[in-house]
């Protein structure tokens, strides 16, 4: 994987970002006015409870969702200002997503499942299978490229997403409750491996509910009832960087 330098400029600007959810004739306001900045390199941890906002806010980073008002830019673009090839080729490229639940093809090899960002990319098959093959290694899943999601534990199968994730070499990751469905030999595993990446340059956004999942970050935001309640710096990893 191609390593990049961290700097200082904000990678992510959120300004008074709302998203207000209409159900059954009642307004529900996820978010209600969240500003934030994030550097290019960072490892953050955004933590809540469920229904705090957390899951909506990183649905919004990630441009899975518009947002009801307020600015996001990244790389000082405003994505209001994107149109949706432009949004589909954003998330291809440049974001990376994992989620709890994995979102593997179920009859589909790991070797196939991570090819699949690539074949949308435009890739051709040689290129999609060598590029495919570095991600799984670089996860340490190179000796399982023709098992099905079937054959892999719950840890190797979100090694798999990670790979598939970042096989385009995007510059961010957001993982939503990464560890949700793993013990605590596969969290471990898993928590290192967002570690590696962020050593290699990558913005890391790390979506959880675990106060020891968070700590494994180097800043932490809480989100409670659609707003920040506490933005911090994790300063025994501060103090040893």
Do not use: W
Request: charged residues 25%; aromatic residues 4%.
């Amino acid at each position: 994987m191609t390593t990049t330098l961290q700097t200082e400029r904000p990678v992510i600007e959120v300004e008074d970002l709302t998203r207000v959810y209409h159900l059954g004739g009642h307004e529900v306001r996820a978010l209600a006015g969240i500003s934030l900045s994030i550097e290019e390199g960072e490892f953050m941890a955004i933590i809540g409870s469920s229904g705090s906002g957390k899951s909506t806010l990183m649905n919004l980073i990630g441009c899975l969702d518009a947002p009801t008002s307020g600015r996001y830019l990244i790389d000082g673009t405003d994505v209001r200002e994107i149109d949706e090839d432009g949004l589909s080729d954003l998330r291809n490229q440049k974001i990376g997503f994992v989620f709890q639940g994995f979102n593997l093809i179920p009859r589909t090899t790991a070797l196939a499942n991570v090819e699949l960002p690539l074949a949308y990319a435009g890739y051709g098959r040689s290129d999609r299978r060598s590029m495919a093959t570095r991600a799984l290694e670089s996860v340490g899943m190179g000796d399982r490229l023709d098992h099905v999601p079937a054959e892999l534990s719950g840890g190797q199968q979100q090694r798999v997403a990670i790979a598939r994730a970042i096989v385009t070499e995007p510059s961010i990751v957001l993982a939503d409750e990464p560890t949700g469905n793993l013990d605590s030999h596969s969290t471990e595993d898993v928590l290192q491996i967002f570690q590696d990446l962020n050593d290699e340059g990558r913005t890391i956004l790390l979506i959880t509910h675990e106060d020891d999942v968070a700590a494994r970050a180097r800043r932490v935001i809480r989100v409670e009832d659609g707003l920040i309640a506490a933005d911090y710096r994790n300063e025994v990893l501060e103090s040893a960087a």
